[in-house]
């Protein structure tokens, strides 16, 4: 399908005075914080790189105003999921206008499969260049962490958006989640999520956008976050499971990472089994979590799926679940 160079869209009224028109105010439990100054509409979209002639998923379009700068790039298709349905006027005159390139999904984003939103000659081999394919989005607060949770997990497994190949992602998190995505090692923002984030992506925090650019105004600002999945992630283990040492290990900030580590194991095996996977990782347990590189997150991951050949019931042991009987259950299995 051949589309026009230039696909300018019809003359449309301005954002805020659609939201004036339908009065559209914000739902405070949707998140709403809409982004109507034009110059940061156009930025944000063009912190995602180079769109022209892409497939695009935004997620939350609310009235519109990031959608109209996507169709303006000239994308060659544009699927936008929205779970407000107070939003289907300004969606549907966008849709008409343009071309037959944009459609809704109506729908809740955390459960929506974007696998068969892009077809499958955009696809691109994991190990090639990154397909033309992206994911932008001024996503609502309240489900910004679990749903890059979700997607992080979809890239581990190359499945939902990822079974196209390496889709980049454009969104917008509070500027401390941002922050901490991003954070390197030491740094008093370092955390799981750094981890979660950077074993599986090149990540940039393009730019902070202030809490008063949004109607209405948040108590936050607001970081631009891009990301590139890597071709060879820098932890090579099943993401649950790197899930579980970061967050064990994390469990106790201020602590020797030894403290954290030892709640991988029940209490009757604890000193034991640290020592063991301290050593089989080469890892000094006297480091601070944050002061761990993901190499080191790496070694750990791989002596713990060591261990857990050793003992195979201990993946399911969750010493935040326990109150002490799990202990003994397990002591019991093992
Ligand atoms: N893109 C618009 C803008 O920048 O002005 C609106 C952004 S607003 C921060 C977030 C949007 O996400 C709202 O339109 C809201 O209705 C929508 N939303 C909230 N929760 C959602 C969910 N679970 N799935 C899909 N959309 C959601």
């Not at 068969?116 to 932008?136: L, M, R």
């Not at 201020?254 to 640290?274: H, I, N, T």
């Not at 399911?316 to 299995?333: C, H, K, M, P, V």
């Amino acid at each position: 399908m051949s589309i026009p160079l230039i696909s300018r869209l019809p003359p449309l009224p301005a954002v805020r005075d659609l939201l004036n028109l339908y009065r559209l105010q914000a739902v405070k439990q949707l998140s709403q914080n809409f982004l109507l100054d034009p110059k940061l509409t156009n930025k944000l979209v063009s912190a995602a790189g180079k769109i022209t002639d892409g497939y695009v998923c935004e997620v939350g379009p609310g009235a519109g105003s990031l959608t109209r700068i996507i169709l303006s790039r000239n994308v060659r298709q544009l699927i936008v999921v929205e779970k407000d349905k107070r939003f289907q006027p300004p969606l549907e005159m966008l849709a008409e206008a343009s071309d037959d390139r944009m459609s809704v999904i109506w729908g809740d984003v955390l459960s929506h499969n974007l696998r068969n939103s892009f077809p499958q000659e955009s696809s691109c081999d994991w190990n090639d260049v990154t397909p033309n394919i992206h994911i932008i989005g001024n996503l609502p607060f309240n489900i910004a962490t679990p749903l890059i949770i979700k997607w992080l997990c979809s890239i581990s497994e190359r499945s939902d958006a990822w079974a196209h190949g390496r889709v980049r992602l454009t969104l917008t998190f509070q500027k401390e989640v941002a922050e901490r995505m991003v954070a390197p090692i030491g740094t008093s923002e370092r955390c799981r999520l750094s981890v979660m984030v950077q074993h599986l992506c090149h990540v940039q925090h393009k730019f902070t956008i202030p809490g008063r650019a949004f109607v209405p105004k948040p108590n936050v600002d607001v970081g631009v976050v891009h990301f590139t999945p890597l071709i060879v992630p820098k932890i090579k283990a099943p993401f649950s499971l790197v899930e579980k040492v970061a967050r064990n290990t994390f469990s106790f900030r201020q602590k020797y990472c030894r403290r954290g580590l030892e709640m991988l194991f029940p209490a009757s095996m604890r000193a034991e089994q640290v020592q063991t996977l301290l050593r089989l990782a080469d890892v000094d347990g006297t480091l601070r979590p944050f002061e761990l590189s993901i190499e080191e997150f790496d070694r750990l991951c791989q002596a713990y799926s060591v261990i857990l050949e050793k003992f195979p019931s201990l993946a399911r042991y969750n010493s935040r679940s326990t109150d002490g009987i799990d202990d003994i259950l397990f002591a019991e299995q093992l």
